[in-house]
T-cell receptor
Framework: DQQVKQNSPSLSVQEGRISILNCDYT??????FLWYKKYPAEGPTFLIS?????DKNEDGRFTVFLNKSAKHLSLHIVPSQPGDSAVYFC????????????FGQGTRLTINP | DGGITQSPKYLFRKEGQNVTLSCEQN?????MYWYRQDPGQGLRLIYY???????QKGDIAEGYSVSREKKESFPLTVTSAQKNPTAFYLC????????????FGSGTQLSVL
């Protein structure tokens, strides 16, 4: 039973346009969400997070939106750049501590020039 | 330059053999984790350690063992009891066990000969 799902294995976007990566979860106890970015042959790196008391968090070109009623979060990248091409993982936690993190399968984002 | 070092990058295991994956961090983090990634799946937690000389089983601990004798080191042994060891293994750390922002190593790809 996959509690965190990224239903799009891949996404292709034109450079300069908006990239939208989606993540759905089933456990209503999740209250903290994170996005990680992974380049080939490297480990994931933390990108941005959001707590359930907010519905939006922004950091430069990256914005995460949380819709608790729909159990859905999305990562927006504006404008998309070639260096954004990577695999993006969403993760969710319902209790404090990284040992409680549940990861999605990842979405491979490709930015085309 | 602080970070997490995993070695080797590639490892091959023969039938019935135990192999050990190395993970060293110089971030002075209390907590360390081992994850396994299979194609098309999210990261799954194998073992975690909240503090030196202590470790706990994660979601898929069977066939694996760990030790945490030093704060900076958290080696993972894949034993012969692990029947499907081929996967990408990621080591991570966080400042404290309560912190969900993980720092990852670059991973070890383990394959069975």
């Amino acid at each position: 039973d996959q509690q965190v799902k990224q239903n799009s294995p891949s996404l292709s976007v034109q450079e300069g346009r908006i990239s939208i990566l989606n993540c759905d979860y089933t456990n209503s106890m999740f209250d903290y969400f994170l996005w990680y970015k992974k380049y080939p042959a490297e480990g994931p790196t933390f990108l941005i997070s959001i707590s359930s008391i907010k519905d939006k968090n922004e950091d430069g070109r990256f914005t995460v939106f949380l819709n608790k009623s729909a159990k859905h979060l999305s990562l927006h990248i504006v404008p998309s750049q070639p260096g954004d091409s990577a695999v993006y993982f969403c993760a969710a936690s319902g209790l404090q501590g990284a040992q409680k993190l549940v990861f999605g399968q990842g979405t491979r984002l490709t930015i085309n020039p | 330059d602080g970070g997490i070092t995993q070695s080797p990058k590639y490892l091959f295991r023969k039938e019935g053999q135990n192999v050990t994956l190395s993970c060293e961090q110089n971030l002075n983090h209390d907590a360390m984790y081992w994850y396994r990634q299979d194609p098309g799946q999210g990261l799954r937690l194998i073992y975690y350690s909240q503090i030196v000389n202590d470790f706990q089983k994660g979601d898929i601990a069977e066939g694996y063992s760990v030790s945490r004798e030093k704060k900076e080191s958290f080696p993972l042994t894949v034993t012969s009891a692990q029947k499907n060891p081929t996967a990408f293994y990621l080591c991570a750390s966080s400042d404290t066990w309560e912190d969900e922002k993980l720092f990852f190593g670059s991973g070890t790809q383990l394959s069975v000969l």
